[in-house]
């Protein structure tokens, strides 16, 4: 079982900053590849960023690169989402996922790759 809680979202005006984070249950966290999704209202959900087990390597986005920043701390079993100079379009709920699959398999920045979800977290930015 790997429990996913995350926290941090709220409003905030267009080119602020908010941190976002997840809290995974259980001892394997140092194993997962970790990533966050986002979804806006009608639309799919979508790759944020990623991270892999050790830091090591991190992927992004498009539209978010060079604004956002994903880091993790395996000590606290927790992974963040650093977002500056939000705008609008940034808006959605936001979900922290768990990569299960094991050692050999890089980061991914696809819906399947994930196992394991979090209940989402709301980030709206406002005009």
């Known amino acids: 079982q790997v429990q996913l809680v995350e926290f941090g979202g709220g409003l905030v005006q267009a080119g602020g900053s908010l941190r976002l984070s997840c809290a995974a249950s259980?001892?394997?966290?140092?194993?997962?590849?970790m990533g966050w999704f986002r979804q806006a209202p009608g639309k799919e959900r979508e790759f944020v960023a990623a991270?892999?087990?050790?830091?090591?390597?991190?992927s992004y986005a498009d539209s978010v690169k060079g604004r956002f920043t994903i880091s993790r701390d395996n000590a606290k079993n927790t992974v963040y989402l650093q977002m500056n100079s939000l705008k609008p379009e940034d808006t959605a709920v936001y979900y922290c996922?768990?990569?299960?699959?094991?050692?050999?398999?890089?980061?991914?920045?696809?819906?399947?790759?994930?196992?394991?979800w979090g209940q989402g977290t709301q980030v709206t930015v406002s005009s």
């Open positions: 991270i892999s087990r050790s830091s090591s390597s991190t």
């Open positions: 996922a768990a990569d299960t699959r094991g050692l050999g398999y890089g980061i991914s920045r696809q819906t399947p790759a994930y196992s394991y």
């Open positions: 259980g001892r394997a966290f140092s194993s997962y590849g």
